[in-house]
C-alpha cells in the first residue's frame, strides 16, 4: 500500500514541479512519474536528515522540498536529452529557406 501512495504523491510532486518549470517539458508521464517518486525519496531523506520527519512519511515539509528537488532532476533530465521530446522539430526552425 505505500507502494500506490509513493507512485500517487510522486504523480503530483511531478505534476507540480513541471508547472514550476518555465516553458514546455518534452518529456512525459512516465519520466515526470519517475522523477517525482525519485524526488520524493531524496526530501525523505533531507527531511530525516533534519530530523523533522521519516524518509517513509511525506509530510508538508517533504513537500515543499520534493517539488524543487523533482523540479531540478527534471530540469537536468531536459538538459540531458533524456525523455525523448525532440520531434525534429528544432531541425525544421533552423533549416534555411
Do not use: H, Y
Not at 522523477?35 to 531524496?42: D, E, H, K, Q, R
Not at 524518509?55 to 530540469?75: H, R, T
Request: aromatic letters at 2%; charged letters at 15%.
Amino acid at each position: 500500500m505505500q507502494l500506490l501512495g509513493l507512485i500517487a504523491i510522486g504523480l503530483v510532486i511531478g505534476i507540480l514541479a513541471r508547472l514550476v518549470l518555465p516553458g514546455r517539458q518534452a518529456i512525459g508521464l512516465p519520466l515526470t512519474l519517475g522523477l517525482g517518486v525519485l524526488g520524493a525519496v531524496i526530501s525523505g531523506m533531507i527531511v530525516s536528515a533534519l530530523g523533522t520527519g521519516n524518509v517513509f512519511e511525506l509530510d508538508f515539509l517533504g513537500v515543499v522540498i520534493a517539488v524543487p528537488c523533482a523540479a531540478a532532476l527534471i530540469a537536468g533530465a531536459e538538459a540531458l536529452g533524456i525523455g525523448g521530446g525532440d520531434d525534429g522539430r528544432r531541425d525544421e526552425l533552423q533549416r534555411p529557406r
